[in-house]
């Protein structure tokens, strides 16, 4: 029953939206198209923004897992992981969560087109990366932008916020496609 | 500490190419996987421009300005501090909106205004106020219907069913959503219980 609401709930969340704000905005005398196509510029600008990023962290952990280092670090954890039911493959996007959105991404794309989308590790690495924020960026960026210098419990705050986060997804995942 | 593991997993990956004898595989992944940053890149345009526009249609129709009106007695139980007609409630509910149709590159701008607006409300300008520590805490955590760069992603990557981790994103953000809010309001308890001494 349960998996059954979250499968219908991924099939209708992007057409209901699609359907929704265009009608929405027709009736409310916005002139769609125009302030779409408006809105759409931005799209570009955005994805060459996180280019270097992307580069840079593609190119590491490339490196990384060609020369077989990765298999070595993934041998010494996976124990620990299988603990809690994720693969070691995954551990790196864990601990670069929090720390770099564009890193994260780059680590969460690497691992989805190496092992498949449709694949154990691709739907747990889609989830991981689609559940956490970069807090890290979130605390230098924004709190730096206003000169807070003393961050209270926010650093803290943030971990158990992220740390949540990522095991809630390897729970979901394990149930929904685990065990198969 | 971007920069070491950065730095580490190079090193590392050319140390034990190294060892292994077969250091031209580092030359190979370093070319490839630089041009597959590109490539990925190219891919995603075309659904960030869709959301992105269709975000500016739900703006300006105004549907921004009714979630506000309805999320009202949320923001009101999450930021007792400030007042529900302050200019950084409409900055932190945009954030917050845009962070729950996945588009964490357009949350940015609304994030740096309902900071500023946070600011104006601070007694202390150097230290995090209660109010700012909750909006890192939402931010973190928050509840993700479209996980829009992902699903870029796995249709890049060629998925069969590139929506289908939606449910499960949905269902993890808000796990992670109630624990910072909990973890949110016991540590701002022991900070002033810590501090009244």
């Avoid at chain 2, 945009?94 to 946070?118: D, Y």
Wanted: charged share 15%.
């Amino acid at each position: 029953m349960f998996l059954n609401i979250v499968s219908q709930v991924s099939r209708w969340a992007i057409p209901f939206l699609l359907l929704t704000i265009p009608l929405v905005g027709f009736f409310r005398g916005v002139k769609v198209y125009e302030t779409f196509v408006e809105g759409a510029e931005e799209g570009f600008e955005t994805a060459v923004r996180i280019i270097p990023f992307l580069v840079g962290m593609l190119v590491a952990i490339g490196v990384f897992r060609a020369s077989g280092a990765m298999s070595i670090f993934v041998r010494v954890i996976d124990p620990i992981m299988s603990l809690i039911g994720a693969p070691g493959e995954v551990l790196p996007l864990a601990v670069m969560r929090p720390l770099s959105g564009g890193g994260a991404l780059g680590i969460a794309t690497e691992l989805i087109g190496a092992h498949g989308p449709d694949s154990f590790i691709g739907k747990l690495a889609s989830t991981m990366q689609g559940s956490t924020d970069t807090t890290f960026y979130v605390l230098t960026v924004y709190f730096g932008s206003v000169g807070i210098r003393k961050y209270r419990y926010a650093v803290t705050l943030g971990l158990i916020a992220d740390i949540s986060g990522l095991l809630a997804s390897i729970f979901i995942i394990n149930l929904l496609f685990g065990g198969s | 500490m971007v920069n070491v593991i950065w730095l580490t997993l190079l090193i590392s990956g050319i140390i034990v190419a190294g060892m292994n004898g077969q250091i031209e595989v580092v030359t190979k992944a370093a070319m490839d996987s630089a041009q597959s940053g590109v490539n990925i890149a190219i891919e995603i345009i075309g659904l960030m421009a869709l959301w992105l526009g269709l975000m500016r249609i739900a703006q300006k129709a105004g549907m921004v300005n009714f979630l506000s009106k309805v999320v009202k007695p949320i923001t009101r139980f999450l930021f007792p501090t400030v007042p529900s007609e302050h200019p950084a409630m409409g900055a932190i509910i945009m954030n917050i909106s845009a962070n729950i149709l996945g588009l964490g590159n357009a949350a940015t701008p609304f994030g740096l205004k309902a900071m500023q607006e946070l600011q104006k409300l601070n007694d202390d300008p150097e230290e995090a106020s209660e109010a700012m520590c909750t909006f890192l805490a939402i931010n973190t955590s928050c509840i993700t219907l479209i996980p829009a760069t992902i699903i870029g992603i796995r249709v890049a990557a060629g998925s069969a069913d590139p929506t289908e981790i939606v449910g499960p994103t949905i269902f993890a953000t808000a796990v992670g959503t109630v624990v910072a809010v909990s973890a949110d309001k016991i540590l701002r308890a022991r900070y002033r219980a810590r501090h009244r001494r």
